[in-house]
């Protein structure tokens, strides 16, 4: 494979250049995994079978030079089926290790609501660590390993939903609705030109970034400015979700960390320095609708977490 190449084009924009070269109609939802992505947190994406979900993860290790997996979740997967496994060699008398899915830097873990509790426990404590142990022995996993996990909302027999504790590992939640009409129609015009090269997105997209240069514009991130209003702005939305009569729970204070690491990268997604309100305000719903749960009256009432934070982003003060 070519080496990565940006021609002068800031990092992550080349990124999202070259995914949508191969994912049409799907802008705020690149942005987002980008945001993810340079924040170095983890993805989870809630559609409908067909809006591109495994397409847009290995568009995104295609353009990243980063090697890619994916776990098809299923009620009979276990643990090891993801971390890895030791196995005997009678030659030597002797284990080697055989490393599982999760040893790639993006990882699509596909329908992540159809395994049990364990092997989804086994994954997110992979995420957070960054690092599995088998038999005793600790093994690192890729620095800028990204999970990119999905959730199909419209089918529930035989699924385990993951509990809060375990939503709140990831830093964003992303929605993909159904494309706009316009939208759709370039889609599937995109893909009679692409042809037999739609389900191998690694021969139209040209590696623009290694793992090495995302790590330099991680730590970028993490040196962008944000000024104490901002700051002040986020902790305020945080804890007004714990006072909405339509919320039986609020946002932890682990979502203000996650909302400022996200609007940093974002603004350096957007090639600015330091973050503006704007830069919150925008990542409000996926970095919470995750980590807040509605009380039974407000489900009854047709209420969803998107409408009832967006209440709560019209009653706080925008710092000026």
Wanted: aromatic fraction near 4%; hydrophobic fraction near 45%; proline fraction near 7%.
């Amino acid at each position: 494979m070519d080496q990565p190449r940006t021609d002068g084009m800031p990092l992550p924009a080349s990124l999202k250049n070259e995914i949508a070269k191969v994912v049409e109609g799907q802008e705020s939802t690149i942005e987002h995994l980008l945001v993810a992505l340079i924040a170095g947190g983890h993805v989870l994406i809630e559609g409908v079978p067909g809006v591109a979900k495994t397409l847009l993860a290995r568009s995104l290790a295609a353009a990243m030079h980063a090697s890619f997996s994916r776990i098809q979740f299923t009620p009979d997967l276990m643990s090891a089926d993801i971390t890895g496994v030791n196995i005997f060699e009678p030659k030597n008398g002797d284990f080697r290790f055989r490393p599982g899915p999760l040893f790639a830097d993006i990882v699509l873990a596909d329908e992540i609501n159809r395994a049990p509790a364990k092997t989804q426990a086994a994954l997110l404590e992979a995420m957070q660590e960054g690092q599995v142990s088998i038999d005793g022995t600790t093994h690192a996993l890729s620095r800028i390993l990204t999970v990119i996990a999905t959730q199909n909302p419209v089918e529930y027999e035989g699924t385990y939903p993951l509990p809060e504790a375990q939503l709140d590992r990831f830093m964003l939640k992303i929605v993909v609705d159904y494309p706009t009409e316009e939208s759709e129609r370039m889609m599937v015009s995109r893909m009679l030109q692409l042809g037999e090269n739609v389900v191998h997105p690694e021969k139209i997209i040209q590696p623009v970034v290694s793992p090495e240069q995302l790590l330099e514009v991680r730590d970028e991130s993490f040196r962008v400015d944000a000024d104490q209003s901002v700051v002040n702005y986020i902790v305020e939305i945080v804890r007004g979700s714990r006072s909405l009569a339509s919320l039986s729970l609020g946002a932890s204070p682990r979502s203000g960390v996650m909302l400022l690491r996200a609007a940093r990268a974002l603004a350096v997604l957007r090639g600015k320095t330091y973050v503006t309100p704007d830069d919150v305000r925008d990542l409000v719903l996926p970095v919470l609708r995750h980590r807040v749960r509605l009380t039974p009256e407000a489900e009854i009432d047709g209420l969803t977490a998107d409408t009832c934070l967006d209440s709560l982003i019209r009653q706080v003060a925008v710092p000026r």
